[in-house]
């Protein structure tokens, strides 16, 4: 999240709206983004229903993987980064900079 935050400027210069989603309750997605400094919005996914309808819900840890989705306006995925991919998001913001996505 600290990379994603830390591409803030490049990401909004695309029209591109960075969302968090954890498991984790709001409260605690407020003061984990407060802690590491991230602005963007975090959202929860508390009870799993999000992760799992996204196929990312790992039963035997009781948690989603680490994963960077870049979604379309028609709501398609039109990019993924899964695990530790998803730990350096260049690639995502590489694609919002394509200018077929500036469109």
């Given at each position: 999240m600290k990379a994603l935050q830390q591409d803030s400027k490049r990401l909004e210069a695309t029209d591109t709206q960075v969302l968090g989603v954890s498991m984790d309750s709001a409260f605690a997605d407020k003061a984990?983004?407060?802690?590491?400094?991230?602005?963007?919005?975090?959202?929860?996914?508390?009870?799993?229903?999000?992760?799992?309808?996204?196929?990312?819900?790992?039963?035997?840890?009781?948690?989603?993987?680490?994963?960077?989705?870049?979604?379309?306006?028609?709501?398609?995925?039109?990019?993924?980064?899964?695990?530790?991919?998803?730990?350096d998001p260049t690639k995502i913001v590489d694609t919002c900079e394509r200018p077929k996505l500036k469109n």
């Open positions: 984990f983004a407060d802690q590491i400094g991230v602005t963007f919005p975090l959202l929860s996914d508390w009870g799993g229903e999000v992760t799992r309808k996204y196929g990312i819900y790992v039963d035997k840890y009781k948690a989603a993987r680490r994963v960077n989705f870049l979604i379309g306006k028609d709501g398609k995925i039109l990019e993924e980064q899964v695990d530790k991919d998803a730990i």
